[in-house]
């Protein structure tokens, strides 16, 4: 598709590729901690220093924090460089706003598809598989209704397959107008902060309770295997059998119980010194008793994958 001219803030557009030199010597009015929770766009127009503006990002100048932390929404976003200067996508800029409508989007259904990627926010919606004129003003209609609040871009595109889709580019929004954004995209489901909260707390109350009951089932098959093993291991007793856990030895022989479909339960291992490292001979059977070594096959080499321990039941 073809990519939407970001419009954002700048502050100063600049047009040098890059600056050398920190043109500032003023103290930013602005913390580490603002910076590394993706720097608001608020913040941005009132900071004291020089902003200049570029293809990808906003660098920063004057006397700025040391960074603790250069990932926002989950990319390297910001970039502290040699001059003191700091570089900021545009993914960076209003990175907790941006990471309230993504959350948003995983708690109801949306009027657009949103993501994120190393560059930004996009969104889009694919309105028809053709560029008919009926679908272009379906598609126009639709452009129509994506309120102007925030900083960035909107269009008709079409893709390699000759589909239609309305392309967003969100950079940065007031956070006077956040709410009434999410409130369109959302479909009404999420109209303010309290209603963000409460579906938040309710997706996160029904996952708690359902990691809790799998939790419950997996400790109750744990038992239920354990008991079963213990009782296996008294009748394997019975018949003579003592249960085996530690290395490899040269001539080592166990049996364990195993399930086939034609019936023979029981699997026969044979190890043998190679090396400095074991191979493993193995045979099935539907008896405990040991077959004769020449019935040992499918001889397995060792490999560094291979454990050098083993477990089964050892013949007494």
């Given amino acids: 598709m073809k990519a939407i001219e970001p419009k954002i803030y700048t502050g ?3 047009d040098k590729a890059r600056r050398r030199v920190n043109v ?12 590394e929770a993706g720097i608001s766009i608020e913040a941005l127009e ?6 200049f503006a570029y293809g990808t990002q906003v660098t920063i100048h004057g006397k700025l924090p040391d960074l603790g932390n250069e990932r926002v929404c989950g990319y390297k976003s910001l970039f502290q460089n040699g001059n003191g200067s700091i570089g900021v996508k545009y993914l960076a800029i209003d990175g907790a706003k941006k990471q309230t409508i993504l959350s948003c989007t995983s708690l109801t259904r949306c009027r657009l598809h949103v993501e ?19 679908s272009i003003a379906t598609g126009r209609a639709f ?16 893709d390699a397959y000759g589909c239609l889709f309305v392309s967003v580019s969100f950079n940065a929004i007031y956070e006077k107008d956040l709410f009434r954004f999410i409130d369109w995209l959302t479909i009404g489901e999420i109209k303010t902060e309290g209603d963000f909260q409460r579906l938040k707390q309710a ?12 939790e419950a089932k997996q400790n109750q098959q744990r038992a239920e295997l354990a008991e079963k093993a213990a009782l296996a291991v008294i009748e394997w007793k019975k018949d003579g059998f003592d249960i085996y856990e530690g290395p490899k030895k040269d001539g080592l022989y166990l049996v364990r119980p195993y399930t086939f479909s034609d019936g023979k339960a029981f699997k026969h291992s044979l190890y043998k010194k190679h090396g400095t490292r074991f191979k493993e001979g193995s045979c099935f059977s539907d008896s405990k008793e040991r ?11 060792p490999s560094k994958y291979y454990s050098e321990k083993c477990k089964g039941f050892i013949k007494r």
Avoid at 143 to 156: M, N, R, S, T
Avoid at 206 to 214: G, M, P, S, T, W
């Fill in 12 to 14: 100063i557009k600049d």
């Fill in 24 to 35: 500032s010597n003023k103290v930013a009015n602005i913390t580490a901690d603002q910076i």
């Fill in 46 to 51: 009132s900071i004291n220093v020089p902003v």
């Fill in 116 to 134: 994120t990627d190393s560059t930004g926010m996009f969104m889009q919606k694919r309105i028809a598989t053709d560029c008919k004129p009926e």
């Fill in 143 to 158: 452009l129509a209704e994506i309120p102007d609040c925030f900083i960035g871009g909107k269009q008709l595109v079409k």
């Fill in 203 to 214: 997706r996160d109350d029904k996952r708690a309770a359902e990691k809790a009951e799998f």
């Fill in 291 to 301: 077959p004769v070594e020449l019935e040992f096959k499918d001889w397995k080499n």
